[in-house]
T-cell receptor, first 111, second 112 residues
Framework: NAGVMQNPRHLVRRRGQEARLRCSPMKGHSHVYWYRQLPEEGLKFMVYLQKENIIDESGMPKERFSAEFPKEGPSILRIQQVVRGDSAAYFC?????????FGPGTRLLVL | GESVGLHLPTLSVQEGDNSIINCAYSNSASDYFIWYKQESGKGPQFIIDIRSNMDKRQGQRVTVLLNKTVKHLSLQIAATQPGDSAVYFCAENKDTGYALNFGKGTSLLVTP
């Protein structure tokens, strides 16, 4: 059983470009969470989704950030018009309402 | 606001010794707690969890203790090995299926 998959593992963008981060949950998991981690910091919750529904987006900035988890395909975290402050590691986790299992993360660098 | 915090940012132990990593939480409504291990460049790896109706739970070489009276959580690692070197995070939430609130982490360094 493959774990949580994320791609790309590393992403470099220039200011003003768009970043699209993908997450494929573990097989059988219908709950997906996105977290952001700055260097030497803990993970900060961004958004919690179930299939085709956003359940809680209280941790996601209101502007430029969006997330989806379509019926088919991976969950996508989209950051429009990236700024240097968006540079961080973005982790996806999935669960079946028990333990959250994390993917390897996408490290975004904004130049 | 509500927060989860760790007492010590770094912990150095000798190989073979036992390690204890502590965590304080402030949300008295929290009923689910979890420990993760994160190695450099990797995602958090589940270690062990515990619900608020328990005081202690044991896994392989690890034990989690929960003291709800003082809102304190600890992770004990027996016979610490070099492979245990990593950053350890405690996290909590009000129920499974909800967002986890992470502490800042404790860096564990195991010396030979």
């Amino acid at each position: 059983n493959a774990g949580v998959m994320q791609n790309p593992r590393h992403l470099v963008r220039r200011r003003g470009q768009e970043a699209r981060l993908r997450c494929s949950p573990m097989k059988g998991h219908s709950h997906v969470y996105w977290y952001r981690q700055l260097p030497e910091e803990g993970l900060k919750f961004m958004v919690y989704l179930q299939k085709e529904n956003i359940i809680d987006e209280s941790g996601m900035p209101k502007e430029r950030f969006s997330a989806e988890f379509p019926k088919e395909g991976p969950s996508i975290l989209r950051i429009q018009q990236v700024v240097r402050g968006d540079s961080a590691a973005y982790f996806c986790a999935s669960s079946t309402k028990e333990t959250q299992y994390f993917g390897p993360g996408t490290r975004l660098l904004v130049l | 606001g509500e927060s989860v915090g760790l007492h010590l940012p770094t912990l150095s132990v000798q190989e073979g010794d036992n390690s204890i990593i502590n965590c304080a939480y402030s949300n008295s409504a929290s009923d689910y707690f979890i420990w993760y291990k994160q190695e450099s460049g990797k995602g958090p790896q589940f270690i062990i969890d515990i619900r608020s109706n328990m005081d202690k739970r044991q896994g392989q070489r690890v034990t989690v203790l929960l003291n709800k009276t003082v809102k304190h959580l600890s992770l004990q690692i027996a016979a610490t090995q070099p492979g245990d070197s990593a950053v350890y995070f405690c996290a909590e939430n009000k129920d499974t299926g909800y967002a986890l609130n992470f502490g800042k982490g404790t860096s564990l360094l195991v010396t030979p």
